[in-house]
């Protein structure tokens, strides 16, 4: 049994997307330490990354190529400051030395190789980084960017949770409700309990703090920021002018509110900005914006960062069930894998500050999902825009509703979360390709782009 935790599931990163960006970065990071250790004083003599699928369909859209630039130089998508990323991409692409384990090379973004059309292997997102020594050895590696910035190495483990020996594993909701039944616990406490395998409950709680900090300062950025979204599109920001329509009216419906904030993520997301993937960038507003409204609602009941720490717990352990039992990661399962599985995460949550039984929450995160299952993958121009930052505003609606649909029942209901993250994982492997993330389909097409 594979462990997924709060911390592999929630990981902060840089916009626009976990599988196009962060997950690319992560690798051409992997590849250089690997270069790095092998190296010795040989003298590296040539470079080739090849970049197939999804990620070459759509990579200038979601910035895969100066992530790879990046990461090759050794930096890392949960420490780089987004200024700096964005400046040092811009100088290497104007003929500055990009560094590859302490050599310089002229390399840039035009020496990708590009296969769009092109997939060869486990997943439609792969990288190949290929380096050759002056002593005629090199290194030779494949990765794969499964979702939610999680990536995997051709010939290594899957995932990367240990194996450690967990009070309640689970992979499936069947099990996870049984585990509640058997020792009393919630939900939240089942994962809590997992998590103390690997730390202490003081790391656990200051951590999950801590990447609540950082959605709450993205939403707070979001909330500030005008103008347009970078990419071509001429879309603008309509977040901060939601966000004073609201204050000015006095409104404090929950549903505006969380419309708001999961708009404003998802402008810092597509703005390049500092954002948690949650499980995906592309879906990083949902979760958020459902936890933040909920909060100013007062379903925390006061204590903010136990209702925090309650809802991201409880939201992980759904989100760990998708990523096991299916994909997060819209080239897979198109855009069911990404706002889908986060409106499911979301609705449980939400029930879970509302008081619900773990059935009840279950059956929360089975309509999240329900009501998402078929949604495609179409980004218009390859941005992670349209449609993605209204859908993570409706996506957060649809998590409050389908927790609200939840807790009026007794937990008791036809469709089982099980049953409905199955019939996502064989929806979407019946989704012709142009339905996932290779912009060449659905709205992608249909909408002119000038
Ligand atoms: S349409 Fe959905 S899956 Fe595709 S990039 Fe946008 S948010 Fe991600």
């Not at 703090?209 to 709450?216: E, H, I, N, P, V």
């Not at 977040?239 to 904030?261: C, H």
């Not at 449980?348 to 078929?374: D, F, V």
């Not at 019939?423 to 912009?439: F, H």
Request: aromatic content about 6%.
């Amino acid at each position: 049994m594979t462990r997924i935790g709060v911390f592999d599931l929630f990981t902060v990163g840089i916009g626009p997307s976990s599988s196009h960006t962060v997950g690319p970065m992560r690798a051409a990071r992997d590849f250089a330490l690997a270069v790095s250790a092998c190296r010795a004083d040989r003298a590296i003599t040539s470079l080739h990354v090849d970049v197939y699928g999804s990620l070459a369909a759509t990579g200038q859209g979601h910035n895969t190529f100066g992530a790879i630039l990046l990461g090759l130089e050794g930096n890392d998508p949960e420490r780089i400051e987004p200024d700096y990323a964005r400046r040092r991409v811009q100088e290497i692409e104007a003929g500055a030395a990009m560094r590859l384990a302490g050599t310089a090379l002229n390399f840039t973004s035009r020496d990708l190789q590009l296969h769009p059309l092109l997939v060869r292997g486990a997943h439609a997102n792969e990288l190949r980084f290929r380096v050759s020594f002056d002593s005629g050895a090199g290194v030779d590696e494949t990765y794969y960017s499964v979702g939610g910035g999680f990536i995997e190495k051709s010939g290594s483990p899957a995932l990367p949770g240990s194996h450690a020996e967990e009070p309640f594993p689970f992979d499936s909701a069947a099990e996870l409700l049984a585990h509640c039944t058997e020792s009393g616990l919630s939900i939240a406490e089942i994962m809590l309990a997992n998590e103390k395998s690997q730390r202490s409950t003081a790391e656990v709680r200051s951590g999950v703090l801590g990447l609540w900090t950082t959605m709450r300062e993205c939403i707070d950025a979001g909330f500030r920021a005008t103008g347009f979204l970078p990419g071509g599109l001429q879309v603008p920001r309509r977040a901060a002018g939601i966000v004073t329509g609201l204050r000015d009216s006095g409104q404090t419906s929950e549903l505006e509110w969380a419309t708001a904030a999961a708009m404003a993520v998802n402008e810092e997301n597509a703005a390049g900005g500092r954002v948690v993937t949650a499980p995906t960038n592309g879906a990083a507003g949902i979760i958020p914006a459902v936890l933040f409204s909920a909060l100013r609602a007062n379903h925390g009941r006061g204590d903010d960062a136990s209702a925090v720490i309650e809802f991201l717990l409880t939201a992980t352990a759904i989100g760990t069930l998708y990523k096991k039992r299916a994909s997060i990661s819209g080239a897979d399962l198109g855009c069911q894998g990404e706002v889908g599985s986060a409106c499911s995460m979301a609705a449980a949550g939400y029930a879970a500050l509302s008081g619900g039984t773990p059935e009840q929450i279950e059956n929360a995160a089975e309509i999240g999902m329900e009501h998402n299952l078929g949604l495609t993958c179409d980004p218009v121009g390859g941005l992670v825009q349209i449609p993605c930052i209204e859908r993570n505003g409706m996506g957060a609606v649809t998590a409050i509703h389908a927790a609200r649909v939840a807790l009026h029942g007794n937990g008791s209901h036809h469709v089982s979360l099980d049953a409905v993250i199955e019939t996502m994982r064989i929806t979407g492997a019946d989704m012709d390709a142009k339905y996932r993330e290779t912009s060449r389909g659905g709205l992608a097409v249909t909408v002119a782009q000038c």
